[in-house]
């Protein structure tokens, strides 16, 4: 006898799955990408000039990234429209941190946008911002990016940003687990969410420390463990 699955467990299943193999792997990707920033100008730039020399780079930001990110992201406000909060009368650490999950996906829409629409096309120039994209401009990258972050406006709200992604992925990769029977029992299920938390707070302290390496050399780190690369120069007498 064929099993048939419905519509919405369907589609609640490929959100799930959307958040963690794709979008999951890129923001871990693209958080140790940034955290080269604490080595300075010229090996973040040469990490983004990395990134824009993939083959196929177009095929894998629209069908790796883009898509997935759309449909996770108009998927997720659905589920949060429809979902229930009654951490009032049930105020159980469940209940809330699945309201926190749905709030900070909501969050995470309109930063995501922010953030795509910004560094990938340059807009929002007229906001007291870059109107360079950084996308083609892997020699300028850190520049840029040191130039929104002169606003510490900007700068909270990218740590408001990070803080969100990091704990939405560290969450939803307990909330897969679980609802994919990955971990059964409570002392498993209870073992996976401490280690999902430290998932969070490590991506968060990584991201976290990138920011502030467009604000200072090293970010947060002693100045000891960067390595300041700076790109020579040759003068024409040396050439010769």
Known sequence: ???KFSKTFLLRKLHQITGIVPLGAFFFVHMFTNAKAM???KVFNDAVADI???PFLLFIEIFGIFLPLLYHSVYGIIISAESKVNVGNYGYGRNWLYLFQRITGIFLFVFILFHLMHLRFGFFGGFGLTDIAVAGNASRAYEIIALDFQSWGIVIFY???VAATAWHLGYGIFLFAVDWGLVVGEKAQKFALYACAMIAIGSFGLGANAIFSFVRP???MPAALCE???ESKTTESEKF
């Open 39 to 41: 080595n300075g100008a």
């Open 52 to 54: 824009h020399h993939m």
């Open 1 to 3: 006898m064929a099993i």
């Open 159 to 161: 740590i408001l940003g």
């Open 228 to 230: 300041q690369v700076v």
């Open 218 to 220: 090293c970010g947060l």
